[in-house]
């Protein structure tokens, strides 16, 4: 058990909707990262926020959109959802937003797009 | 543009042999290596990281090995085990101006055949 808990682990649903997943940190860590998993594409980084503020962003589609609450808890929020947008969601979080860190990463939620 | 290869799909060993899995990277502000295990339906499980200051790290069956001027890295198990029959990624993360996001490779399956 790596400390990161995310919710839901299953979501299925229809093109053209909208979803939010839920991350809780470790205890402590102060960064949360998001990343996605899809067949074709391995993992990807997705975005990173640090104590409340977006701190690096990867290949993050417009239609997706992540922010973090002060009480470290971060969600990631699709919308406008596609087919191709079918995957493996994971969060990670770390101490700190920089350096020589291990991340340490959730569960996942595997979404479904139908 | 993949920074991060895993040249090999799939390993297959027998148990009490070592495991050597392999990583090259093409992005030479990589300056952190991490690898990971990951099981079906789980989310990566961090093994084993080494800083760019040093070309080997140790953890209990564990050794990563770290080439720089080849830009190379491979992950050692020593001797293998059933249970360690899993998905192996690598991973790398860059300077502190860009964040600890992680470039992940595309995995390699390795089977420790009893």
């Known amino acids: 058990d790596s400390g990161v808990t995310q919710t839901p682990k299953h979501l299925i649903t229809a093109t053209g909707q909208r979803v939010t997943l839920r991350c809780s940190p470790r205890?402590?860590?102060?960064?949360v990262y998001w990343y996605q998993q899809s067949l074709d594409q391995g993992l990807q980084f997705l975005i990173q926020y640090y104590n409340g503020e977006e701190r690096a962003k990867g290949n993050i589609l417009e239609r997706f959109s992540a922010q973090q609450f002060p009480d470290l808890h971060s969600e990631l929020n699709l919308s406008s959802l596609e087919l191709g947008d079918s995957a493996l969601y994971f969060c990670a979080s770390s101490p700190t937003w920089a350096g020589t860190y291990e991340q340490y990463f959730g569960p996942g939620t595997r979404l479904t797009v139908t | 543009d993949q920074q991060v290869k895993q040249n090999s799909p799939s390993l297959s060993v027998q148990e009490g042999r070592i495991s050597i899995l392999n990583c090259d990277y093409t992005n030479s502000m990589f300056d952190y290596f991490l690898w990971y295990k990951k099981y079906p339906a789980e989310g990566p499980t961090f093994l084993i990281s080494i800083s760019s200051i040093k070309d080997k790290n140790e953890d209990g069956r564990f050794t990563v090995f770290l080439n720089k001027s080849a830009k190379h890295l491979s992950l050692h198990i020593v001797p293998s085990q059933p249970g360690d029959s899993a998905v192996y990624f690598c991973?790398?993360?860059?300077?502190?101006?860009?964040?600890?996001?992680?470039?992940f490779g595309e995995g390699t399956q390795l089977t420790v055949n009893p």
């Open positions: 205890s402590g860590d102060l960064s």
């Open positions: 991973a790398a993360s860059g300077s502190e101006t860009s964040g600890s996001r992680l470039t």
